[in-house]
């Protein structure tokens, strides 16, 4: 069964400041998706960036970046610059296949983000 | 677009009562879903349907049904409430096919079972 592990329950950076969030999986498929969500105080899921299992190159949305691993199955999240709104939780997602056009999304525990000003 | 649409906001029952937790979407997504967030477990899927009339059960399904009788609408029935379903509760939707699969949830269900 596929499963998605995210290994740090919270972390810290300054403002202004680079982190990363790291996320790996394990899959039996070749082709799939990957997506980070993130989920501020106000508890509305927003979706920040996607990957395409197929496409080497790796996704950038503005301050947002990943570094897709494939053979290591592993899908980091990079914030730059961050800024006091980047504060909330972060869930790596992976889209599985069932087969016969149905598929389901398996969630990560998550990585709460703090901000320092 | 109102998007994904979650009622009632807040909710508190008693134990052994049952509720249905109402999710509507206008986008005319096939595929629809829900989950349940609890501390430290992340989203865990409870039931999802990848169109009208098709079911199916998640990871959590026990103590919930799910019926799909239009594209739109996608209720979660709560058959006997228990403690142990005290959660906030979200619903989902998405395309099936193209590029994004991107999922837009709704604002979310916070339930508590005394």
């Known amino acids: 069964a596929q499963t998605v592990t995210q290994s740090q329950p919270e972390m810290s950076v300054q403002e202004a400041e680079t982190v990363t969030l790291s996320c790996t999986y394990d899959t039996s498929e070749s082709d799939y998706y990957l997506f980070w969500y993130k989920q501020p105080p106000s508890r509305q899921m927003i979706l920040v960036i996607r990957q395409e299992a197929y496409k080497q190159q790796n996704a950038t949305e503005n301050r947002f970046s990943v570094n897709f691993q494939k053979a290591a199955k592993s899908f980091s999240l990079k914030i730059s610059d961050s800024q006091l709104g980047d504060a909330a939780m972060y869930f790596c997602?992976?889209?599985?296949?069932?087969?016969?056009?149905?598929?389901?999304?398996?969630f990560g525990t998550g990585t709460r983000l703090k901000v320092l000003a | 677009n109102a998007g994904v649409t979650q009622t009632p906001k807040f909710q508190v029952l008693k134990t052994g009562q049952s509720m249905t937790l109402q999710c509507a979407q206008d986008?005319?997504?096939?595929?629809m879903s829900w989950y349940r967030q609890d501390p430290g477990m992340g989203l865990r899927l409870i039931h999802y349907s990848v169109g009208a009339g098709i079911t199916d059960q998640g990871e959590v399904p026990n103590g919930y049904n799910v019926s799909r009788s239009t594209t739109e609408d996608f209720p979660l029935r709560l058959l006997s409430a228990a403690p142990s379903q005290t959660s906030v509760y979200f619903c989902a939707s998405s395309y099936s096919t193209g590029y994004s699969y991107e999922q837009y949830f709704g604002p979310g269900t916070r339930l508590t079972v005394t």
């Open positions: 997602a992976y889209r599985s296949s069932l087969g016969r056009g149905t598929y389901k999304y398996i």
């Open positions: 986008m005319n997504h096939e595929y």
